[in-house]
């Protein structure tokens, strides 16, 4: 029974995309908390997995061409994490720009609002920050808007452009647009405004 679940959790593992990042909670459809748990140190001692924080594991990639492992993505992390610990989240400040493609600064804070408390996660030279908000702010709202809400904040009212506009516009199929003008009715009026010329 063990090695049976070994293998369904070594092939979930086997489907998902290159940069994923996985958590105990990702596997609890398969088997129990201990179970899962001790499959995972196993695959980190054969070298399949590589442990991040507890809990949290990547497959290590080599790149051939820098001759060393690629580090893990931070931004997988934050939501693995997220996952272990059933908190919903969505990217804010310097974060939500680089996802949205509206700034290409490196941070060494990646930084998230959360409905779970402030916490901080140190990994290598990087930090993954938590920032508690209300659950208006982040429940109720899906992921791209909550992204869209944080950034145009992060920017702030005077920084929001037609060029900016129109990125974020390109961004957004019309389905999105559509739950976004819904969903962001009760942000501050200049965040409406803004989000409505996205949409138009």
């Keep these: 029974m063990a ?6 959790i070594e092939n979930r593992i086997y489907a998902a995309n290159a940069e994923a990042v996985f958590g105990i909670s990702d596997f609890l459809d398969i088997a129990d908390y201990e179970t899962v748990r001790k499959s995972l140190s196993r695959f980190e001692k054969e070298g399949f997995l590589r442990r ?8 290590p990639q080599y790149s051939e061409l820098l001759k060393e492992y690629i ?21 804010s400040g310097e974060t939500a720009l680089n996802q949205l493609g509206l700034s290409t600064q490196v941070a060494a804070k990646w930084s998230y609002i959360s409905d779970g408390p402030y916490r901080t996660y140190d990994i290598g030279n990087s930090q993954i920050e938590y920032k508690h ?4 702010e982040i429940s109720g709202m899906s992921y791209k808007t909550a992204m869209v809400v944080q950034a145009l ?25 559509s739950v976004l003008l819904k969903e962001s009715q009760q942000t501050t009026v200049w965040i409406y405004s803004a989000i409505k010329r996205i949409c138009e």
């Design 3 to 8: 090695d049976s679940i070994k293998r369904i």
């Design 71 to 91: 580090a893990p993505s931070m931004h997988q992390i934050a939501f693995a994490l997220a996952r272990n610990f059933n908190w919903t989240i969505a990217p």
């Design 153 to 177: 904040k992060a920017l702030g009212k005077e920084r929001v452009d037609n060029a900016i506009i129109k990125k974020l516009r390109l961004q957004l199929t019309e389905k999105e647009k």
């Design 52 to 59: 991040i924080l507890p809990g949290v594991y990547d497959r």
């Design 133 to 136: 908000r209300n659950n208006k």
